[in-house]
Structures are given as structure tokens and as C-alpha cells.
């Protein structure tokens, strides 16, 4: 978060936010050439834009609760999920981009999925100033079905079309 700037983007504690936070080994899936690209001075901008991708202000969301700004509109029962099982589309700090986190309970078991299907490893993490919960995997946004992938595409040039428009240069 320091590298990209983002460590004081949830800086009023009243509000709070929510960050999905991926483990080194989420990092480590990604591969060692896209790791290189994202962690040299030319791949600054898309690490600011994928950590954006994990982080929503003014929304916290807990396996139990979610609390918004009460500029948002929303659930009903601000301060409560809506039953034990419940939606949500979170609009994360990347323009445009949510996520939609899924929660569903079977006695004390919680299961929450972003995405349709990246379990949260660790949920509810208790921060200061909002709630973290830890993956397993990095989120990236959906690929855009209008690009066809071109032939010698690297692992890295397939992950950079994932953020076009999004990345700062």
C-alpha cells in the first residue's frame, strides 16, 4: 500500500471501508514475470490500480453487518445485513469497477465469495478505521469481451489488458 500511494486513502475512521487484502501467496499465483512488471517503476501504476480494485471506501462490510455513508443508498436496515444470507456490490477505489461479495451461512459456518467464486480466506478482520478480509487469490477486473487475445500475448501484456483505461501511465 505504501509503494502505490493508497495507505491513507481511509483516512476519517467514522466512515470506514472495507479492503480485501490477498496474501503473498495470492501474489505468487500471479507468476514471476507479471510479480517483475508489478513491482518495477514501469508497473506502478497498474499495482495502484489493482490495489484500487481491493479497496471500497465509505462501505463496511462485515459477515454479519454492512455500514455505508449515508450519502449512499442501499440495503435496508443500515447497520444490518438483510437475513443470514446476503448481496452485495461493493463500488471499489478502480473507476467504475465493483465487486459483488456473496455471504451465506450454514450454522456457524460463513461462506463469503467475491466475485461468484474467490472465497475469503479469513473474514472480518477488525481494523481501526474498517474491516479486512484476507484472500487467497488477487481479484482482477472481468476481461473485456471485446478483446481478442492476440497471438505471443505474455502473461504480463494479458494482465495489462485487464486494466486498460484504468492504470495510470
Request: charged share 25%; no cysteine.
Amino acid at each position: 500500500m505504501l509503494k502505490t500511494g493508497l495507505d491513507n486513502v481511509l483516512p476519517d475512521p467514522h466512515i470506514g471501508g472495507t479492503v480485501f487484502a490477498p496474501t503473498n501467496a495470492a501474489f505468487a499465483k500471479l507468476g514471476p514475470a507479471v510479480n517483475a512488471f508489478l513491482f518495477s517503476k514501469a508497473g506502478e501504476g497498474l499495482l495502484k490500480a489493482l490495489m484500487q480494485y481491493h479497496i471500497v471506501a465509505n462501505h463496511t462490510m462485515y459477515s454479519d453487518a454492512y455500514f455505508m455513508n449515508d450519502e449512499d443508498e442501499g440495503m435496508d436496515g443500515k447497520g444490518k445485513a438483510p437475513g443470514p444470507d446476503f448481496h452485495v456490490d461493493l463500488p471499489t477505489l478502480l473507476r467504475g469497477q465493483s465487486l459483488s461479495v456473496d455471504i451465506k451461512r450454514w450454522g456457524r459456518v460463513i461462506d463469503v465469495r467475491v466475485n461468484g467464486f474467490l472465497s475469503v480466506e479469513v473474514v472480518d478482520g477488525v481494523a481501526m478505521d474498517g474491516v479486512v478480509h484476507v484472500l487467497g487469490d488477487v481479484l482482477l477486473p472481468p476481461k473485456d469481451p471485446r478483446r481478442e487475445p492476440r497471438d505471443g500475448d505474455s502473461e504480463v501484456e494479458e494482465f495489462k489488458a485487464r486494466f486498460e483505461g484504468f492504470a495510470e501511465d
